[in-house]
């Protein structure tokens, strides 16, 4: 079907929210983290950096990669049979044996809770057949998700050359785990028993992010160290609607500083609507309806992440067919909007018929079925 595109002429100006003084942003408290960044996780919006382009290794913080591809290539009641190359690695560990067998599940939440390397290895084993080839997934994923400065060279975060990334990097896959409910619920589990399979020995992994005590606020994620990248943490938060994901690196002070970031955010910053659900964005002709025209709405509500005082830009495109065929049910989709907002992030929105409009059925049509009722009734 043919598509037309035109925009909303008009630029509409959004104040920002009245938590803080107008024109008196939050003050962010010192931190010792050598690279770091806030984001609102929704949209990506970028609330504070420091260093958070400079690439650096990122230790255990890398198992989210992991974890990530897993949830998208396999399934949490896969059985993982445990292979001689996934035993005694070095660092953190589950203990696992050759030829134990653990779902993947399992496998999962020692990985992110524990932090276990030889886990990290058997997921990747199971997911690709070959942990380089892994790897390459972990790197080919990175790519899609926007990861331009990170190159993963194992799926666990031990040091390796050629296995760095940013802080801005892993805010977006911090973002990005979000999205994946089993992820979510794994990294705000205080503890977790797994069984194996075949010899039913237990294994109990409890989480190692302090920042889950230490903050009400917290939701996750995930932390690492090694000697090389320092201590580093990948922290989400939530009030109300609200998450957010701070991500501090080489933090000798980590709990702290990921806690500063979280304050500086909630502080001053509001999620803004900028078009209500069920705003009528095009009126579109109906062809053969009982009714000539039907309204598109928007199917969900758009928002943003505002500080106090702030006074935001916003365009809505509108890209809907010429007309629609009638019949048409009420909340069926007939177009979308593209909501960008100064400088560049967009979202689009389903539109939706606001109503239903039945099908107008020729002469010869209703002729038709009024002698086929006639027909039945004899």
Not at 214 to 219: G, K, T
Request: some cysteine; proline content about 5%.
């Amino acid at each position: 079907m043919k598509r037309l595109a035109f925009a909303l002429a008009l630029m509409l100006a959004i104040p920002g929210a009245a938590a803080a003084a107008p024109g008196k942003p939050p003050v962010l408290e010192p931190i010792s983290a050598a690279s770091a960044i806030l984001i609102e996780a929704g949209s990506g919006r970028v609330l504070y950096e420091h260093n958070a382009r400079e690439k650096r290794p990122m230790a255990s913080t890398t198992k989210m990669m992991t974890a990530l591809i897993a949830t998208e290539l396999s399934r949490p009641e896969d059985v993982v049979t445990i292979s001689p190359d996934c035993v005694k690695i070095e660092g953190a560990s589950l203990y696992l044996e050759e030829n134990e067998q653990l779902t993947m599940a399992d496998l999962l939440y020692g990985m992110l809770l524990r932090s276990g390397n030889d886990g990290a290895a058997a997921i990747a084993k199971h997911v690709a057949g070959d942990i380089g080839h892994f790897v390459s997934l972990m790197n080919q994923r990175a790519w899609s998700l926007g990861m331009a400065d990170t190159r993963f060279g194992n799926p666990h975060g031990l040091d390796v050359s050629g296995h760095y990334s940013t802080a801005y990097d892993m805010a977006r896959l911090g973002a990005a785990f979000l999205k994946v409910p089993l992820l979510k619920q794994i990294c705000t589990t205080e503890e977790y028993i797994s069984r194996e399979l075949t010899g039913g020995r237990l294994r109990i992994f409890k989480n190692n992010n302090k920042l889950l005590i230490r903050d009400p606020r917290a939701c996750g994620i995930k932390i690492g160290w090694t000697e090389q990248a320092g201590r580093c943490l990948v922290a989400a938060a939530r009030v109300g609607e609200m998450e957010l994901v701070a991500v501090v690196l080489a933090a000798p002070d980590l709990y702290t500083d990921a806690s500063k970031l979280l304050d500086y955010g909630f502080a001053g910053l509001k999620m803004q609507e900028l078009v209500p659900k069920g705003k009528v964005m095009a009126i579109l002709p109906v062809s053969q309806g009982s009714a000539g025209r039907v309204a598109a709405v928007t199917a969900q509500p758009v928002c943003y992440p505002v500080f106090a005082g702030e006074t935001l830009y916003f365009t809505a495109q509108i890209q809907v067919p010429p007309e629609v065929k009638a019949p048409i049910k009420s909340g069926q989709a007939i177009g979308s909007a593209l909501v960008t907002v100064d400088p560049g992030w967009i979202q689009e929105v389903k539109l939706v018929a606001v109503s239903e409009v039945k099908e107008k059925k020729g002469l010869v049509i209703r002729f038709l079925e009024l002698v086929r009722a006639l027909w039945h009734d004899k």
